[in-house]
């Protein structure tokens, strides 16, 4: 069984920056996914289980950092250059195995989530 909470949301400036944070046991391909009201919840980033893979979406690309820090069953988000349409609810999600690592019905084992709220 694998347990994941998340922590480090909270409201920030645009242009502000933020890290979110894991724990998550288990040796497992790993990803953020986000929600705001309203809406879907939609791909953020992944990371296989030694770092050396990652993923993101367009997105967030070359502003979000995803990480991972085995001996501390971690995994991290930093997030920078924060705009007010990165509001939402993250989420922190693990598989074992996955077809597309972009969509969450492939992912079986979630957190409860961490809310960030961006202003303008």
């Not at 922590?7 to 944070?21: D, N, W």
């Not at 967030?60 to 349409?85: C, H, W």
């Not at 922190?92 to 195995?97: E, L, R, S």
């Not at 969509?103 to 303008?120: A, C, D, I, N």
């Given at each position: 069984?694998?347990?994941?909470?998340?922590?480090?949301?909270?409201?920030?400036?645009?242009?502000?920056?933020?890290?979110?944070?894991?724990?998550?046991?288990?040796?497992?391909?790993?990803?953020?996914?986000?929600?705001a009201?309203?809406?879907?919840?939609?791909?953020?980033?992944?990371?296989?289980?030694?770092?050396?893979?990652?993923y993101?979406?367009?997105?967030?690309?070359?502003?979000?950092?995803?990480?991972?820090?085995n001996?501390?069953n971690?995994?991290?988000?930093?997030?920078?250059?924060?705009?007010?349409?990165?509001?939402?609810?993250?989420?922190?999600?693990?598989?074992?195995?996955?077809?597309?690592?972009?969509?969450?019905?492939?992912?079986?084992?979630?957190?409860?989530?961490?809310?960030?709220?961006?202003s303008?």
């Amino acid at each position: 069984q694998v347990h994941l909470v998340e922590s480090g949301g909270g409201l920030v400036q645009a242009g502000g920056s933020l890290r979110l944070s894991c724990a998550a046991s288990g040796r497992t391909f790993s990803a953020w996914f986000r929600q705001a009201p309203g809406k879907e919840r939609t791909f953020v980033a992944a990371i296989d289980y030694s770092g050396d893979n990652t993923y993101y979406a367009n997105s967030v690309k070359g502003r979000f950092t995803i990480s991972r820090d085995n001996a501390k069953n971690t995994l991290y988000l930093q997030m920078n250059s924060l705009k007010p349409e990165d509001t939402a609810r993250y989420y922190c999600a693990a598989t074992i195995g996955y077809n597309d690592y972009r969509e969450p019905t492939e992912y079986r084992y979630w957190g409860e989530g961490t809310q960030v709220f961006v202003s303008s």
